[in-house]
């Protein structure tokens, strides 16, 4: 949850949206996004929208852990209220921060229960929860699974001591792997690693040490990020003032190639350019929905939300966002309307990036031009561009931007 947010328009009191909106509920998947914005240290590299305890002591009671859940639940009360009666079963929940497994397992669990109880849960519902390696255990997991999360996101990013302390990431040596295998004794089927490429001081031979240690743990899903050095971070300041050197782009390309090669050859198959998965059911679902403009409710401090073409953020800070539940008032910030251009945009920069590809009909004469260009130039795969799609080869997804770039012409 990027810590920037744009201005937008005001957002009603109540929350209330354009009837074009709520007219389109139920004919897209439906998800629930939830932000819990709490770590216990903040790492260098990150831009999130993220607060330690110091950070928020000031505020007191009113940005606490112990009572983020009773905050949270508000919010999915006023989003019931805010989409009336539509039937709309929850598909995909995804908690996310932040550490979210900062807190205790029964917070999470109370939280997905008032989704449950507000829209319902459609019957293969996929309930994800990211965690922090050192702050789960096998009690902890067993909790999470019998109050109904089917999937753990565990936060890896390195196998090697001296890449992970650039990052400022705090975890044992062979911690993730380990939770891997609890959450397998907890009876989660479907569990990721997320890892990070491209850290100044990174090898290629650590790269695929990070990379063999996470599939010797055996997940069925694995993200791979190249590390992206956003500004007003601790690592921004760090390259700017010449401690660390700024990695190139072609040793990122570099490193996706590695990934591809022994991500493919253990059985993960990549269905968007940076997640692979061992099959169709073990995709993030919660993810498909932003890729393919479904919609979606984020609930939580800066959280964003998209429903029938309408983009709404919550207002930053942990007491902000209290603060306005407690007074019966929406915590949005601010919100845009999407017009039909801006979502056929979105539609080719997020689903150019799934292995499916898009419909060459979204694309304009200049961009059909330019996707003849890159079917040429092996950037996009030939057979399904003549049965009317544009889908990425490998050497196009290390060009994504590039290739998206001209195709929204």
Known sequence: ?????????????????????????????????????????????????TYTASELRADGAVASQDTYADNLIA?????????????????????????????????????????????GLASDAEVTTEANPESVDPAYLAELRAGGFTRMSFGMQSVRPHVLRLLDRHHTPGRPQACVAEARAAGFDHVNLDLIYGTPGESDDDWRASLESALEAGPDHVSAYALIVEEGTRLAARIRRGEIPMTDDDVHADRYLIAEE???QAGLHWYEVSNWAADAAARCRH?????????????????????????????????????????????????????????RVERILLELRLAEGIPLSLLQPAGLTSAHRYVSDGLLA???????????TLQGRLLADAVVRYLVD
């Open 287 to 343: 993810n498909e929905l932003y890729w393919t403009g479904a919609d979606w409710w984020g609930a939580g401090p800066g959280a964003h939300s998209h429903v029938g073409g309408v983009r709404w953020w919550n207002r930053k800070h942990p007491a902000a966002y209290a603060q306005a539940l407690a007074a019966g008032q929406t915590p949005a910030q601010g919100r845009e309307l999407l017009a039909a251009e801006d979502r």
């Open 1 to 49: 949850m990027p810590s920037a947010l744009p201005d937008g328009e005001a957002v009603p009191t109540d929350g209330a949206l354009p009837e074009s909106a709520t007219a389109e509920l139920g004919q897209r998947p439906f998800g629930f996004y939830v932000h819990v914005p709490y770590c216990a240290t903040r790492c260098g590299y990150c831009d999130f929208n």
């Open 382 to 392: 030939p057979e399904p561009f003549a049965a009317g799609r544009a889908v990425l």
């Open 262 to 264: 022994l991500l493919s």
């Open 75 to 119: 919010e999915v009360r006023l989003a019931r209220r805010v989409l009336g009666d539509a039937d709309v079963p929850v598909r995909t929940v995804f908690v996310g921060g932040g550490t979210p497994t900062l807190l205790p397992a029964r917070d999470l669990v109370r939280m997905l229960d008032a989704i449950r109880d507000e829209f």
